[in-house]
C-alpha cells in the first residue's frame, strides 16, 4: 500500500490549498514565484472545483486544470489532487432535488452554500462516481500528482425517505431479524416495539425524547453512509493509480465520523487543525489532536488545514500573535506531522471565507503573515532530513472511542454538564502539562504496549473492551478510570448495579449507590483537593485502598479516589492542578518520567526520532536546562547546559555528544 513516505520522501510537504479558479489565470505565474519564495513544494488542488470542471450535466472543462497541472510541474510543486465532490453545482439541486439532504424536521436543506448532497442518494453518488472517474483517468499519470485528496470534511447528515432506507439496509445487516433490532433498541420501553422494518425511519423530530438506541445506530450509520461515499472514490482513483497514496480530511474532535473506522480505510490520516489564538490551552488542544491524529495513522500524519492567522467562523475571530503561527506548526511536526498544510494559499476576495486568512493574506507579499509564512518553509527545510518519517516515543495511552461519545450525548442523562471532549481535553491536558508524551488508543486495542493507559470517561463499553481492560491490569499495566465509566454495553442497555461486574471488582468497588453530578459551579471537597462536575456513592468491597476521601456533605469519608493494586478510579473531575498531580504521581509510580524534567510553566518538550524539540507556549521568553550538549538545527548555534527560547521559541536540537 502507498503512503504519506511514498508523497514525502524524506521532505516535509509544505503549501495549501490553491483556488485558481478564484483568480483571473495571469495571476497564477505570481502565486508560483512567491510558492517558491516560500518553500511551498505542494498545494491541493480542485477541492470546491465541481461547477468549474462539470458547469452542465455531463460536461468535462479540464483545459485549465490541464494548464494548472503543468505549471505545478514545471515548477517542481507537486499536487495534492482533490475529487471535488464535497460541492455539487447548483444544476444538481435545481435538477435533482432528491440529492439535498433534509434535517429531522423534514426541512430541505438547499443549496446555496456546499457540502449540500445526501450521502445516501444513489444519483449524487451516481454523478460523483462519473466525475470521479474522469478526473482519475485524466490525470493518473500527470507527474504533479502525489497525492488524492478525497471530498472534503465530511459532515453531511440527512433524515431523508432515502436515507430512511438506506438505515433499514444497515440495520437488517446488523441485526438480521426484527427481534434482535428490539431487543438492542429496548423497544418494551414506551411501546416503541416495531412488527416490520418498513415501520422503521431514521430518528427524526418527535414529540419527546427519542431512543437513544437507535439515535446511537442512527450516528454509526451516518459514519458508516458517509464511509461509502468516500470509499467508492477511493476505489476509483486507486485502480486508475496503484501507487499514489489516498486520503480525506478530518476534522478534529467531530462526532459524525469514526475516525478510527475511517482511518483503516485511508493511505494517508489528515486532518484540519484550528485552535482558537485566543485561548490559552491552544497549544495544549493542538498537541491533544495532534497525538489522536497520529495514533490514527500510527505513524506519520497529515495537517490539511490550519489558519496562517484569523478564521471567520467564530463569534470574535483573533489573529495569531507573531511567532504563534510557527509555533504551532513545529508542535505539530514535533507532535508526528510529516505534511504542514494551509488553508488557503491566497486569501479569497469573495465567498463566505474572504475574512478567514491565508497563507497570502490581503496584505501581500510585505505582510507580517507571509513572512512568517517564509520562515517556517525555510526551517523544515532544515530539518525535514533528520524528522521525515521518524516517529513520537511515548509510554502513556488515553482511550477514546466514538460508541461511548455517542452514548455521552443522550437526552435524559444524569447532568448535561458532562461534556465527553472536554473530560478528554482535560486529562490529557494533566498529562501534556506534566511533560508527559500521549497517544490514544481504542478500547480494545492491545494496551501491552503501554506503561499507563487512562479512561478520562467511556460510558459505554462493549464487552470485548472490558475484557481488554482487565486484562490489561492483570497483566501489571497501570490503568487510571475516570467517573461514570463501564455503565452501558454495545446496546446502550445499563450494566446491572450501575457498572459493570468485571470493572466494579478490578476497582474493588462493592456497590455503586448513587451518581452524584454537580452544578455547574458547585464543587465538592476531598482529601488534598477540591472536585468538580461529579461525585459518586461508592461502597468500596474491602480489597481497595481510598486514596482521597469526600469531605463534608452526603459523601463526606466515601472515597473519590480508589486504587486497587494498579488499577485506580477516580469518581469526580478533580480541579486542574490536582488532576495533573493525581496523574503525574500515578504515572511516577508507573516508571513514567517526563521528556525533560524541570521545564519552566509553559514549555513543552517532545522527542521525535532523534531530536529534541523544545516549543515555548509563554509570552515571555524560558530558559530551559539542558542534560547535555546540543546544536540547534534550526540556527546552527550550539546550546551547552541551557537554551534561552524567545516568546513563542522553538529549538529543535540534536545531541551533539552523540
Sequence with gaps: MPSLHDATRGRILFGGDYNPEQWPEEVWADDVRLMKEAGVNSVTVGVFSWAAIEPRPGAREFGWMDRLLDLMADNAIGVVLATPTSSPPPWMGALHPETLPRTEDGALVNYGSRQHFCPSSPVYRRYAAALTEDLAARYADHPALTVWHINNEYCTHCWCDETAAHFRRWLTSRYTTLDALNDAWGTAFWSQRYDGWAEILPPRRAQYMRNPAQELDFKRFTSDALMECYVAERDIVARHTPHIPVTTNFMPLWSGQDAWA???????????????????????????????????????????????????????????????????????????????????????????????????????????????????????????????????????????????????????????????????????????????????????????????????????????????????????????????????????????????????????????????????????????????????????????????????????????????????????LPEPEALRGVLGRVAAGAGVRPVLEGLPAGVEAVRRGGLLFLLNHGRSPALVKLPGRYTDLLTGAGADGDVELDRYGVAVLRDASA
Design 262 to 572: 475511517w482511518a483503516e480505510q485511508e493511505d494517508i490520516v489528515s486532518v484540519d487543525v484550528y485552535p482558537d489564538p485566543a485561548d490559552p490551552r491552544g497549544g495544549q488542544y493542538n498537541a491533544m489532536l495532534a497525538d489522536m491524529t497520529r495514533s490514527q495513522a500510527r505513524g506519520p500524519w497529515m495537517v490539511m488545514e490550519q489558519a496562517a492567522g484569523t478564521v471567520n467562523w467564530r463569534g470574535v475571530n483573533h489573529p495569531k500573535p507573531e511567532g504563534l503561527n510557527r509555533l504551532w506548526s513545529l508542535q505539530a511536526v514535533a507532535r508526528g506531522a510529516d505534511a504542514l498544510c494551509y488553508f488557503q494559499w491566497r486569501q479569497s476576495r469573495q465567498g463566505a471565507e474572504k475574512f478567514h486568512s491565508g497563507m497570502l493574506g490581503h496584505a501581500g507579499e510585505h505582510g507580517r503573515t507571509f513572512r512568517e509564512v517564509k520562515r517556517i518553509g525555510a526551517e523544515l527545510a532544515l530539518i525535514a532530513a533528520e524528522v521525515s518519517g521518524t516517529e513520537v516515543p511515548v509510554e502513556v495511552a488515553v482511550l477514546h472511542d466514538w460508541d461511548a461519545w455517542w452514548s455521552s450525548t443522550q437526552a435524559g442523562r444524569p447532568s448535561s454538564l458532562v461534556s465527553y471532549t472536554e473530560l478528554v481535553q482535560a486529562w490529557h491536558r494533566g498529562l501534556w502539562e506534566s511533560g508527559i508524551g500521549t497517544e490514544f488508543a481504542r478500547p480494545e486495542a492491545d494496551l501491552s504496549a503501554y506503561r499507563m493507559v487512562l479512561v478520562p470517561q467511556l460510558q459505554l463499553l462493549a464487552d470485548a473492551a472490558v475484557d481488554n481492560l482487565v486484562a490489561y491490569v492483570r497483566g501489571g499495566g497501570t490503568l487510571v478510570c475516570g467517573f461514570f465509566t463501564g455503565v452501558a454495553d454495545v446496546d446502550d442497555r445499563i450494566r446491572p448495579g450501575g457498572m459493570d461486574d468485571r470493572l466494579r471488582e478490578m476497582f474493588g468497588i462493592r456497590t455503586v449507590h448513587e451518581w452524584w453530578p454537580l452544578d455547574a459551579e458547585a464543587t465538592v471537597e476531598c482529601d488534598g483537593f477540591r472536585g468538580t462536575l461529579w461525585s459518586e456513592e461508592l461502597e468500596p468491597d474491602g480489597s481497595a485502598e481510598t486514596v482521597a476521601a469526600y469531605r463534608g456533605g452526603e459523601l463526606d469519608g466515601l472515597p473519590a479516589v480508589l486504587r486497587k493494586g494498579t488499577a485506580w478510579y477516580v469518581s469526580t
